[in-house]
C-alpha cells in the first residue's frame, strides 16, 4: 500500500527539535519503502547501465542512513525534553 507523504526539509538556520526530526525521518523512510514496493512490482525496469543502478541503490542507502540518523537524533533530543 502506497505511503501518502510530504517531503519534509529541514530548517537547517534553525535549531529543530525531535518532532521536526521524526517527520523528516519518517518522510524519508516512506519513501524508501514507496521505492522499493515500486522496484519490487516492476515487470521490467528496461535497461539501465550499471552507473544508473548503482546510482538508484546508493539512493536507497542514503535514504536508509539518513533516515536512521534523523530517527537517533530524534529520540536523543526527545528524551533530553527537546
Do not use: N, W
Request: charged fraction near 20%.
Amino acid at each position: 500500500m502506497p505511503h501518502a507523504h510530504t517531503f519534509k526539509y529541514l530548517d537547517i538556520d534553525t535549531a529543530p527539535g525531535a518532532l521536526d526530526l521524526f517527520d523528516a525521518a519518517q518522510a524519508r523512510h516512506s519513501a524508501l519503502l514507496d521505492m522499493l514496493q515500486l522496484l519490487a512490482g516492476a515487470r521490467d525496469l528496461g535497461a539501465p547501465s550499471a552507473e544508473v543502478l548503482a546510482g538508484a541503490f546508493t539512493c536507497l542507502e542514503l535514504l536508509a542512513a539518513d533516515s536512521e540518523r534523523l530517527y537517533a537524533t530524534a529520540r536523543r533530543l526527545a528524551a533530553a525534553g527537546r
